[in-house]
């Protein structure tokens, strides 16, 4: 079945760095748009990048431009997110997901915990 395993989450200071990855499994990775989204506490789910299947076309939230950048290994099936200059307001859990069109389903990640804080 589809399997999404993040991992890389963690307790980093403002301004530093994290790169989380997106395992994916049971299904054809590399024709699938990957997402990342983040959940803060008492806020709604949201977009943080996402990233196309075959041109690797990127589309980043504008709280994220120019600090993130979201990348993907099809060899692999992995998908990645590289965080930088990150601040306390980028703290939540980071989930990723893909979206099967035809079956109008979205599979998410267990999500992974990045808490910003000095």
């Known amino acids: 079945q589809v399997q999404l395993v993040e991992s890389g989450g963690g307790l980093v200071q403002p301004g530093g760095s994290l790169r989380l990855s997106c395992a994916g499994s049971g299904f054809t990775f590399s024709v699938y748009i990957m997402s990342w989204y983040r959940q803060a506490p008492g806020k709604e789910r949201e977009l943080v990048a996402d990233i196309s299947s075959v041109s690797g076309r990127t589309n980043y939230a504008d709280f994220v431009k120019g600090r993130f950048t979201i990348s993907r290994d099809n060899g692999k099936t992995t998908v990645f997110l590289q965080m930088n200059s990150l601040k306390p307001e980028d703290t939540g859990v980071y989930y990723c997901?893909?979206?099967?069109?035809?079956?109008?389903?979205?599979?998410w990640g267990q999500g992974t915990q990045v808490t910003v804080s000095s």
């Open positions: 997901k893909t979206r099967f069109v035809a079956q109008g389903r979205d599979y």
